[in-house]
């Protein structure tokens, strides 16, 4: 029995929790919140390809990123630089976030079980 609630409760890791959404400074510059899926970037690499001291903080909403860093190659432009991902100029593709969604954590980071698939309760900080 332990066995099969094991499988079922396994994970089929999405890009669908674990989101975090930055929004320090692209509403106000008139543009949506920018939604980083976690879990997708969790998969392909490893903790300190992106929090290490030139990357990213780690902890949601408090990193100053600004396009002139990305277009410089520092946070998501360490790969979305047309090289390792594709680029910048894909506008929406980074700014999806409906607007008005505050920046922080949606989802869990930690799990893919129960509470993680369409809990959008948020941590604040
Ligand atoms: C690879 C992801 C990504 C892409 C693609 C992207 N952005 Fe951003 N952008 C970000 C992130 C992350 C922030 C910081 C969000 C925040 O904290 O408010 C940001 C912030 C901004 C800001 C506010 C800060 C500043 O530099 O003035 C503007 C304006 C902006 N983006 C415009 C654009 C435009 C226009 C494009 C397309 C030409 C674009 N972005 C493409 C990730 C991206
Ligand atoms: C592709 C880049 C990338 C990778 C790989 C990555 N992270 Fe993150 N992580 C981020 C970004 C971006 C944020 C949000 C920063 C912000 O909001 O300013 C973040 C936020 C976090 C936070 C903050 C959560 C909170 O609630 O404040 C933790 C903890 C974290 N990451 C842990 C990890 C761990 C552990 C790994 C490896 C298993 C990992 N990250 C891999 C980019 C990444
Ligand atoms: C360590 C490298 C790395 C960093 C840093 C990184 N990305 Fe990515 N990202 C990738 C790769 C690789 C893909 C997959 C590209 C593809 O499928 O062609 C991707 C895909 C994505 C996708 C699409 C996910 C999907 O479901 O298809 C989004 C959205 C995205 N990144 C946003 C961001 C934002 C926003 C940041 C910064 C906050 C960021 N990324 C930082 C490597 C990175």
Known sequence: ???VGFALAAPSAQGEY?????NKQAEKAGMRPVVFPHWFH???FTCNVCHNEKGFKMRAGSNDVTMADIIDGKFCGMCHNNE???SAEFCNRCHSGLPGLEGGFYGTQETAGPGGVGDVKKRRH
């Open 1 to 3: 029995m332990l066995a």
């Open 18 to 22: 674990g989101d975090v959404v930055l």
């Open 42 to 44: 969790r998969l392909r």
């Open 84 to 86: 390792i991902a594709w």
